[in-house]
Structure formats: structure tokens, C-alpha cells
């Protein structure tokens, strides 16, 4: 490089970043309250707790509780009414944060008082696994005996594991992860010393081994017999967890939704029958009459080849961006619509994720050369171009890419507070507002938009009715094959990914309720004339993730008090 051009690079470079910190400092004034560094630091040092102590578990529960009790004094020592509106929602949402991991904290207690009554040596494993995190060099030949006990005892114990007793099935499948985990602990000990400690591994090769390929038999059979009592009445091999309506009810309340879940499900029952309305109109024009799941028929045998779908899904989000962008909905950074990708989905996760999934990667589920022909039909057909028009840009922009894109820019710190209401809510918010302004204009379009609706209050009905113990998995996948007219393996596929997939109790309705809760705030603040359609979807996205009665608390200004609860009752503001 010429020298002029050398010093004259290293000059423009030193005042760029000469301007970083100002710059930083500008953000840091508009986007953070006064409570954000609280919220950094409480974060981190809980992250850290779950890191460094999980495989000490009285060590992590007792630390944890000091933790969050030191949080709660500190939290009452703040001067609330001298917080800013931004301070103030922070306060309770961190508030509310430390009360739910005070909860968890319990339900630990709870699951490893089980463990040792199972198992009596899990006090021991837990000295071993305390003495490992040190560093200490172990009497090789006394963990050999501990461990061999331990093996002979699992044996003895996998014959006739009695859990009779433990009526509550959440708390029976918590026992269950916890003592794959102490498994674990033990390995973990196990790979820190063998083939470094020689008198460890003289004494422990053979032993722990045996001790090890005991374990597994021994969950193996604990798993056989919670299943047993969890799935009594059910044939459709879908497992999952109710939690019942205690829980229920102080997960809404986590979550500040004011609704029982009973009101929940009549709310879903409402949007459903205002479907049904809609989609046999939609059904009238294509000259089926009321018999909408013949035009759904229909719609379904719209599927393009293999081969073709890439090329589909980007025409879609092409169109909705186009359209959002005509009619001044919310602003999409240029670089958004240029960072999102594809790939193909497995054949393995499609048996959970029959439909795509999405955010800066969009995963596309179609058939591949490996599945039968019914399920490459099945497949083909439940990712129709009607349906995928509905959805893509529930995916990408301006849902969940656009979402995760202003979350990282704007308001990061509130991450320890998001939920599925925010995140999945505002994704189906946009299919309810796309079809208010006109986006579906065919019946097919409408169908497409429609089905996906129906499916939403679905979600609602099966997922609570499950939770509250009334119905099975397999009554799940009937009432969806009944009701929205999926495909029967789509339908498993769905109740799978609902029980089995790792999402809360809460994480399927979450998308109709979080999506009513903007409805109900767009009415509030768009339809009043307040703000414009683009101004308050900006808002939202830099507000960042976290429930939604925050999020309307801060826009319109809504008195906060430091015991502060859950009060807005959403859903009688929207008229149909």
C-alpha cells in the first residue's frame, strides 16, 4: 500500500473510532433504563451459578437461593417512584424474574429429595462430583467401593422401582431428568481423573464401567414405569407432562396474563367459530358450499414438485415484504432482507417440525427421497403454496428474522425477560393484520390464512385441556385432524412437538394470546389515531422481548407501582 495512502487509512480509521464511544453512549441514553445494569449484572451472575454448580446440585440450589434472596433485598432498597417509566417496568420485570426462579429453585429441592430417597448414595456422588470441581486428588480405592455399591444397589433396585407414592407426574418426569443428570455427574467425575490419576484408573476402569451400564438399565426402567403411569389410557406413543391447573395458573400469572384457563379456552372457542364463519365463505366462493374441508381438499393438492419449494418460499417472502413495505406497516432495515437464509430440513426433524421453522435461517420441511410415499404426500401436502403464503412471513419479515434482528440492536439487556407471548405472539399478530389489510385476496389465499388461524385456537384447547389431565395425546391429535383438518401425520407431528419438543406448558397458546394482546394494543394506540401502523411497530421491536403488558404499560404511559400485577384484560377490547 503507498505510504499516503497508508497514513491516510490509519487517519480515517483512528477518527472512526475516536467517535465509537459517543456513539455508544447516545444508545446507551436512549435505550437503556436505570435499572438495565442491574438487570446485566443479575443475569450474569445467575448464568454463572448455572454453569460452574449444576453438577453439585445442593451446592447450586443453596447458592441460588442466597442469590435470589440477596437480588430481593437489594430489589427493595431501590427508590421506585424515582424510576423513569423504562426503570419502572424494569424493576417489576426483574422483580417478577427473581419470584418465578424463587419457584424453580423449590421445584429442585422438591425433585432431589425424591432422587435420595430413590437412590441413597446420590449424597455421595455429590461429595465426588464437589471434590472434582476443586481439583482434589481422591483415595482412588474408596471411590471404587462407592461406586461399586452404588451399582449393586441399582441393580437390586431396577427390579422393583415403587413410585406409588409420587402422584404428581410433572414432578415424576423432573425425577426422571434428574437421575439421567446424576448419571452424568458421575461421568463427569469419571473423565476428569481416568487416564490422568494412575491410581484412579488402576481402581476405577472396571468398576465404574459396571456401575455405569447399571445406571442406564436403571433409567431405562424408571422411565418404563413413569410412562406407564403417565400414559394409561393413550396408544399414540406421544409422551408429555401434565402440569395441571394450579400450575397453569401461576405460569399465567408469570407470564401477567390475568385469565384463567378456562376463560383461555373460551376465547379460543370464540376465534374459532369467527374462522369457521370466515372459511365457509371462503369455501362458498369456490363452489363447495359450506363443506369447507372439501375446499380445503382442494387447497392441499396445490403442492408444487420436489424440488420447487426453495424457489416458492422466496417468492412468498418477496411478496409480503413488498406488501408491508406499500402500505408503511413497520421499517425493514435494508440489511435484514439481505441476511436471512434456507436449508432443508432433516426427515428426523420433521417428524416433530412438520411445517418450516424460521428466524435467520428458514428450515424447509418437503419430502426427500428416504419417506414412504403416504408421507411424502403428507408432507407435500401440508406445505402447500396457500399454506406457506399464510406462514413465510410469520418467519422471516417481518416476524421472527425481524424480531431477532431489532432484538439484538435495541434494548439487548431485557433478554432474561422474553417470553413466547412477545416472541411467537408477534409473529401471528402479523397474519391477523396482513388479513385486515387485505393480503389474502383469493379464497385459496383466504383458506391458506385461514387454516393456520384455526390452528392457533387449536393449539389453545388441546394444549389446556392436556395440562389440566382431561385429555390424552392421542384425543389431541383427533381433535386436530377434526377440527382444522390436518393431515393425521402433520397432526402427531404437532401434538409430538408440543409435549415432547422442550417447549413449556404455555408455549403453544402463547402464540393466539400474545397475538390478541397486540391486537388489543393496536386497537388501543393505531386505530385510536394515536400512531401510525409504522410508528408503533417500530416501537414495539425497540422496546425488545419481554410480556406484553409491559410493553403496553410503557407506550401509553400506564401508572406502575412496585407491586405491581397483572391486570389487563385484553381481550375484551377487540370487537369482531
Known amino acids: 500500500m503507498p505510504a499516503f495512502f497508508k497514513h491516510f487509512f490509519i487517519l480515517f480509521v483512528s477518527l472512526y473510532l475516536s467517535h465509537i464511544p459517543q456513539v455508544f453512549a447516545q444508545s446507551c441514553n436512549t435505550d437503556f433504563s436505570e435499572m438495565a445494569g442491574d438487570i446485566v449484572r443479575f443475569e450474569a451472575g445467575w448464568r454463572d451459578l448455572n454453569r460452574s454448580l449444576q453438577d453439585i446440585p445442593p451446592d447450586w440450589i443453596y447458592a441460588r437461593d442466597t442469590y435470589l434472596h440477596e437480588w430481593e433485598d437489594s430489589l427493595e432498597s431501590v427508590h421506585f417512584d424515582r424510576l423513569s417509566q423504562e426503570g419502572k417496568a424494569d424493576y417489576i420485570l426483574l422483580k417478577y424474574a427473581v419470584q418465578h426462579y424463587m419457584d424453580e429453585n423449590n421445584q429442585q429441592q422438591q425433585v432431589w429429595a425424591v432422587v435420595r430417597k430413590l437412590i441413597p448414595l446420590t449424597d455421595s456422588i455429590f461429595e465426588l462430583s464437589r471434590k472434582r470441581h476443586v481439583g482434589d486428588r481422591l483415595q482412588a480405592q474408596h471411590v471404587a467401593a462407592i461406586v461399586d455399591e452404588l451399582g449393586k444397589t441399582l441393580q437390586q433396585q431396577a427390579r422393583h422401582i415403587d413410585l406409588t407414592g409420587l402422584s404428581d407426574m410433572r414432578l415424576a418426569f423432573q425425577v426422571l431428568q434428574a437421575v439421567h443428570h446424576l448419571q452424568d455427574i458421575l461421568k463427569g467425575m469419571y473423565d476428569f481423573y481416568m487416564g490422568y490419576d494412575p491410581a484412579f484408573t488402576w481402581w476405577m476402569q472396571t468398576t465404574y464401567h459396571f456401575t455405569d451400564s447399571v445406571f442406564s438399565v436403571y433409567t431405562d426402567s424408571l422411565r418404563a414405569v413413569v410412562l406407564r403411569k403417565e400414559n394409561r389410557h393413550d396408544q399414540s406413543g406421544i409422551h408429555g407432562v401434565p ?334
Open 243 to 576: 402440569i395441571g391447573r394450579e400450575e397453569l395458573m401461576k405460569l399465567l400469572h408469570d407470564e401477567m396474563i390475568p385469565y384463567t384457563p378456562e376463560e383461555l379456552i373460551d376465547i379460543a372457542n370464540r376465534e374459532y367459530n369467527w374462522c369457521l364463519q370466515q372459511i365457509k365463505k371462503a369455501s362458498a366462493a369456490m363452489g363447495y358450499g359450506e363443506d369447507w374441508k372439501k375446499a380445503l381438499e382442494k387447497v392441499k393438492e396445490s403442492y408444487v414438485p420436489p424440488g420447487e419449494q426453495p424457489q416458492l418460499i422466496r417468492k412468498l417472502e418477496d411478496e409480503a415484504i413488498r406488501f408491508v413495505q406499500a402500505h408503511h406497516l413497520v421499517t425493514i432495515p435494508q440489511l435484514a432482507m439481505q441476511t436471512w437464509t434456507m436449508e432443508m430440513m432433516s426427515p428426523q426433524r420433521q417428524l416433530v417440525n412438520p411445517f418450516f421453522t424460521g428466524g435467520d435461517v428458514l428450515s424447509i420441511s418437503y419430502p426427500t427421497n428416504t419417506m414412504s410415499y403416504a408421507d411424502k404426500m403428507m408432507s407435500m401436502r401440508g406445505n402447500n403454496p396457500y399454506f406457506s403464503r399464510a406462514t413465510v412471513f410469520h418467519e422471516i419479515i417481518p416476524g421472527h428474522y425481524l424480531q431477532e434482528y431489532m432484538n439484538e440492536r435495541y434494548r439487548s439487556y431485557r433478554w432474561p425477560f422474553h417470553t413466547a407471548f412477545w416472541t411467537e405472539g408477534w409473529a401471528f399478530y402479523w397474519e391477523m393484520l396482513m388479513w385486515d389489510k387485505g393480503y389474502d385476496q383469493t379464497p385459496e389465499q383466504q383458506i391458506g390464512a385461514l387454516f393456520w388461524r384455526m390452528h392457533r385456537c387449536a393449539r389453545i384447547v388441546f394444549s389446556i385441556n392436556f395440562h389440566l389431565g382431561k385429555w390424552t395425546p392421542e384425543q389431541c391429535v383427533e381433535y386436530l385432524i377434526d377440527k382444522v383438518g390436518h393431515e393425521r401425520a402433520n397432526a402427531e407431528g404437532e401434538v409430538r412437538r408440543s409435549f415432547e419438543g422442550g417447549y413449556g406448558p404455555l408455549y403453544q397458546l402463547a402464540y393466539m394470546i400474545g397475538a390478541l394482546q397486540f391486537y388489543a394494543l393496536h386497537h388501543e394506540l393505531v386505530d385510536s389515531g394515536k400512531m401510525t401502523d409504522q410508528a408503533f411497530h417500530d416501537a414495539i421491536l425497540k422496546e425488545g422481548n419481554m410480556p406484553i403488558e409491559m410493553v403496553r404499560a410503557i407506550l401509553e404511559h400506564t401508572p406502575l407501582k412496585k407491586d405491581y400485577q397483572p391486570q389487563w384484560r385484553f381481550y375484551q377490547e377487540i370487537s369482531k
